[in-house]
């Protein structure tokens, strides 16, 4: 025996940790990397020796982050996957998976196209770079009640289920930069046009669901806002009455490509040689906003729900069939109130890169590298302290290998680079699966993140003098 309210709260869980996104887009084990083609994306004022042209498998970038396995949502049953709903899933081995805070993440950037190239301005030498990238920047987190309470079987009668936070946003980024050195001192800047597609926030601050008998109270105050490409808002008389509207969830018309907002954003980024040996830098990433247009927001202001117990297909086999239900009952049953107001502005999650590098006096070929990361998404803050081992052995070849403490936990990563005289191609991660059942799926956290990409390579500094 389940009831739908159960289904209706899934869409909380589900919805939200589809998407989330906590640490930065880009690989911090490539930041102390000799010739990342990339790295000024990590840090504005980082430059390569050679100009390059980067195409559409040029930089993809993957990953995802959680304090939770993908296996406590999903179990092996009859050759399929079946969801934690299903009532063959033990409920406390499932309840024992699970943290007061659940965090669940998703993270993808895709370079379309790009360049960068040696210039000589007023007798400085000045790297540019101009880059197109579509993003997605999304974050969550899901409280332990909400869990307990889908689960079921429990034996209490009062769940408190507050607390549910969750975003995702997506756009497209036009970029140009420029470093330009200063003898020891080398400073960065990009400026990024933002063109925004869709985002979505949803926000539960309060929600009590109380069992009485055959039927569940259930009282919260929530919202959900939307906004992007070729939304339409579209109400409907509330069911309580002909005096007020509410929105009109089958009357919303959604454009997954179209233009949902505009923003700007810039990085900054500075370099300074101490000697020939030591070298620290900093970097402020993404630091701006996009203001989207064709808002739809929704709220619920604390209504009391009754719902009655009754009998659903528990055999949830399929995550799709689980997501559908859980719409289509959370659509039906819960009434949001739409606000007028047509645009809302949002920022970007801010990232801070602090480095140091420390060249081995007896091999100047290898180094050590710190870096200190954190970011802020809104919901989730990301922190990070990495340490790298940084070898060159050969003038077209670089390696890493990184170890970091981070708020997801332990991770060890690395990056092979290769710097041709054509091509550049590399391969990094910052964190890999280490446990892994039968069916592939992450035991404990599910931490990964992988970059790769191949780019054509020019000529080196035109205007620098070879010895």
């Not at 400085?124 to 079987?153: A, C, E, H, M, W």
């Not at 509410?246 to 101490?274: H, N």
Request: aromatic residues 14%.
């Amino acid at each position: 025996m389940k009831n739908s309210i159960r289904i209706i709260l899934a869409s909380f869980a589900f919805l939200t940790s589809v998407y989330s996104e906590c640490r930065a887009q880009d690989l911090q084990s490539a930041y102390f990397i000799d010739n990342y083609t990339y790295s000024y994306r990590l840090n504005p004022a980082f430059t390569t020796k050679k100009s390059f042209i980067g195409g559409p498998i040029s930089n993809v970038n993957a990953g995802t982050n959680s304090n939770v396995g993908l296996s406590t949502f999903f179990y092996p049953r009859d050759g399929k996957l079946a969801t934690f709903m299903h009532p063959s899933v033990d409920r406390e081995e499932f309840l024992g998976k699970l943290h007061q805070t659940n965090k669940i993440g998703v993270n993808i950037s895709y370079n379309i196209a790009s360049v960068g190239f040696w210039t000589k301005i007023k007798n400085r030498d000045v790297f540019q770079t101009f880059d197109i990238s579509l993003r997605n920047n999304t974050s969550q987190k899901i409280p332990y009640g909400l869990f307990d309470f889908l689960k079921g079987g429990g034996e209490d009668f009062v769940y408190d289920l507050s607390h549910v936070y969750g975003y995702t946003r997506t756009f497209m980024e036009f970029a140009g930069g420029a470093a330009v050195k200063f003898d020891k001192l080398t400073l960065g800047a990009r400026a990024k046009l933002l063109w925004g597609t869709n985002m979505i926030n949803m926000k539960v601050d309060h929600m009590i669901a109380e069992l009485d008998g055959f039927s569940w109270s259930v009282q919260s105050f929530g919202s959900i806002t939307g906004a992007g490409g070729g939304i339409r808002n579209k109400t409907k008389k509330g069911a309580l009455g002909d005096d007020y509207d509410v929105l009109d969830w089958d009357g919303i018309k959604w454009r997954p490509l179209g233009f949902g907002g505009v923003g700007g954003a810039i990085d900054l980024g500075v370099k300074y040689e101490i000697n020939d040996y030591i070298n620290v830098s900093a970097s402020v990433i993404d630091l701006g906003f996009i203001v989207w247009r064709n808002k739809v927001n929704a709220i619920n202001l604390g209504e009391t729900y009754i719902i009655q117990v009754e009998d659903i297909d528990s055999e949830t086999g399929s995550i799709f069939n689980v997501v559908n239900n859980v719409i289509n009952k959370f659509k039906s049953v819960y009434e949001f109130i739409p606000e007028k107001k047509n645009f809302t502005t949002q920022s970007l999650s801010i990232n801070l890169n602090l480095g140091a590098e420390f060249k081995l006096p007896f091999y100047k070929k290898m180094s050590i590298g710190i870096l200190g990361s954190t970011r802020n998404s809104h919901i989730n803050r990301y922190n990070e302290i990495r340490m790298s081992l940084n070898t060159s052995p050969l003038k077209w070849l670089s390696l890493s290998l990184t170890g970091a403490y981070t708020s997801f936990g332990w991770e060890v990563g690395g990056m092979v680079n290769v710097y041709a005289k054509k091509f550049s191609a590399y391969l990094g991660t910052d964190s890999y699966y280490f446990n892994m059942n039968s069916q592939f799926l992450p035991i404990h956290e599910a931490n990964a993140h992988v970059v790769l990409g191949v780019n054509y390579l020019l000529t080196r500094n035109p205007f620098k003098r070879r010895r």
